[in-house]
């Protein structure tokens, strides 16, 4: 029976991780909190709107990922349908579905049975689920023409106290999908001390294994300041568990889109709040916005950059009190970099572009205050990635040299001093050629201040025309639009288009005897990957939209060589330019 009920519980988390439904107005402005519920002894729930207009969805989107001839109508539904007795869900009323994991008792004890959980599906004819749930033995109960499912008895007693909740639900107008929400808070007053034990348990088994696997002859590596670091992370990880409230996670989905929104919230007076600011008080400033050019990667951001630099000063303020971290909030140009926050207007573009030998030139321009606790930046960045620095040796603990420096005034563009930033990895373990392509790829930077923008590229022509068109005064509109803004609508703090299969393909083509260049190289053009988020009152919203055609296009294009291969075809053949 358990057996049984926990591959349900798998399809209906498969549903909730592929798809769900979008309930965020695009206009609004700032983060809503999670839906209040009536009944507090919920830890978490999933809500399918409408089930079958969502195995409609999925089944649109499965046909274009399946191999030819290897997806029927119906696949989806049957795959469902045939657990809970009812094959083309025909019986499924058109009303919300809703999953829901009950709180743990404090004195909970995993002794392999499942937890409180009730599925509360409508249906029109309870008689065909009936039938198949008996025969697995399965907890039910039948009310008002909502069948109740759980895994034991304790499930459906509890059921009883979410019957208000559903009420609320099934008057709610939802899109087509699902909503999915967990109370991390109520679950780490469980499972805490164990996650805790359980994190520092897997770090002390990385630790073992890294020092009983020595690295290649040749290659330096320091097992214990890769675990130090590897701690420091499971540390971080726990923290930020350990301060979350709650997580509510909403994607809408289309055949052609799926796009997925999450929010974090914070417990009230954490370092985490304080880390996710109130909005921006100030409006966007548009000539920056103006300066955005072109390319597979585009950005704009309007941040409250004072909030966060408060944050990120009580973050390093914790963190100092660790006695194995509290070195690293000493760290050279740290003070710096959140000086430069403070000092910037919160305003904000970046671009980026691949070139024909595989490089990726990128363009930015921040809003500043002040200009000369911006322009020490650089140096301060410099000092975090140098050999001597936390990232340095984390580097050089992995057998890699990191370095990197700063040159003041190298040259003049227009009366403008140009300053210049080199990074250096130098990787003895890579082959020639790969060394030689992180050669060309690590291009120096150059950076500028004019009038109140901190201008920088890593493209000698990309620097001198942010440079000209600043000192001239000219921010007319260079034509680059954000596809991100009209997906998610106005109100975000931060907007990327990042076409990655673009970048990828454009990368490759520069190394044709990669064998990811065959699956690459031939991809069409398509849409490129949108993001966004937003913080406020200790909240984080992170949206994004993926493009299925493109992901279904680098699908068929590993099964078309999977298969080559199969059949015993030969591989493809490269040419100097790359093309095959």
């Known amino acids: 029976m358990i057996v049984t009920w926990m591959r349900r519980v798998a399809v209906m988390c498969l549903v909730v991780a592929a798809l769900a439904g979008t309930f965020v107005r695009a206009a609004e402005e700032t983060i809503p909190q999670p839906m209040e519920l009536i009944s507090k002894d919920v830890a978490g729930y999933v809500i399918a709107p409408n089930v079958n207009k969502l195995l409609d969805s999925i089944e649109a989107i499965a046909k274009k990922f399946a191999p030819p001839g290897q997806f029927q109508p119906g696949m989806v539904k049957m795959a469902l349908g045939a657990q809970l007795g009812d094959p083309t869900l025909a019986s499924v009323a058109d009303k919300p579905a809703v999953l829901v994991l009950y709180k743990f008792p404090a004195d909970y004890k995993p002794d392999g049975t499942a937890p409180a959980m009730s599925f509360l599906l409508p249906v029109t004819d309870v008689k065909p689920f009936e039938e198949a749930l008996n025969q697995h033995n399965e907890t039910m109960a039948y009310e008002d023409g909502i069948l109740t499912i759980a895994p034991n008895k304790d499930g459906l007693k509890r059921a009883a106290s979410f019957k208000a909740d559903y009420a609320k639900i099934a008057g709610m107008k939802f899109d087509t999908g699902v909503r999915a929400y967990v109370n991390v808070a109520s679950l780490m007053e469980t499972f805490g001390p164990v996650l805790d034990m359980s994190v520092m348990m897997g770090i002390g088994a990385f630790a073992a294994q890294v020092k009983n696997n020595p690295a290649p002859p040749g290659i330096k590596m320091d097992p214990a300041l890769i675990t130090k670091f590897a701690k420091m992370g499971g540390k971080g990880l726990l923290g930020f568990l350990h301060q979350t409230d709650g997580l509510q996670m909403d994607v809408n989905v289309t055949p052609e889109t799926l796009t997925i929104s999450e929010v974090f919230y914070a417990k009230d007076g954490t370092v985490l709040a304080s880390l996710w600011p109130n909005a921006p008080s100030g409006v966007a400033d548009k000539n920056v916005e103006a300066l955005l050019e072109k390319g597979a990667m585009m950005g704009v951001y309007n941040m409250n950059m004072a909030g966060m630099a408060d944050g990120f000063t009580k973050l390093l303020a914790e963190i100092a009190k660790d006695p194995e971290f509290g070195e690293f909030a000493k760290e050279p140009g740290v003070q710096t970099m959140i000086d430069a926050m403070t000092a910037s207007t919160g305003n904000g573009i970046f671009s980026a572009k691949v070139t024909a030998e595989g490089a990726v030139e990128s363009k930015s321009a921040v809003g500043v205050r002040d200009a000369k606790k911006y322009d020490a930046v650089f140096d301060a960045m410099a000092k975090m990635m140098s050999a001597d620095s936390a990232i340095g040796k984390l580097y050089a603990g992995m057998g890699m040299t990191f370095d990197a420096k700063v040159e003041k005034n190298v040259r003049q563009q227009k009366g403008v001093a140009v300053n210049r930033m080199t990074m250096d990895i130098q990787m003895p373990a890579a082959p020639p050629d790969a060394q030689e392509r992180m050669k060309k790829m690590m291009k120096p930077t150059e950076s500028a201040i004019v009038k109140n923008y901190f201008l920088s590229s890593n493209s000698n022509d990309g620097i001198n025309t942010l440079i000209d068109k600043v000192s001239s005064g000219d921010f007319s509109p260079t034509g680059a639009v954000l596809k991100s803004k009209a997906a998610f609508g106005p109100g975000r703090q931060f907007y990327l288009d990042y076409d990655v299969f673009g970048v990828l393909k454009g990368v490759m083509a520069a190394d044709p005897n990669n064998p990811a260049a ?63």
């Open 518 to 580: 065959a699956i690459f190289g031939k991809l069409p053009a398509g849409d490129p990957i949108l993001m966004s988020f937003t913080t406020d009152k200790g909240r984080l919203r992170v949206e994004y939209q993926l493009p299925l055609d493109s992901f279904a296009a680098m699908m068929k294009s590993i099964q078309a060589i999977t298969q080559g291969i199969q059949n015993g075809a030969p591989k493809p053949k490269t040419t100097d330019d790359g093309k095959f």
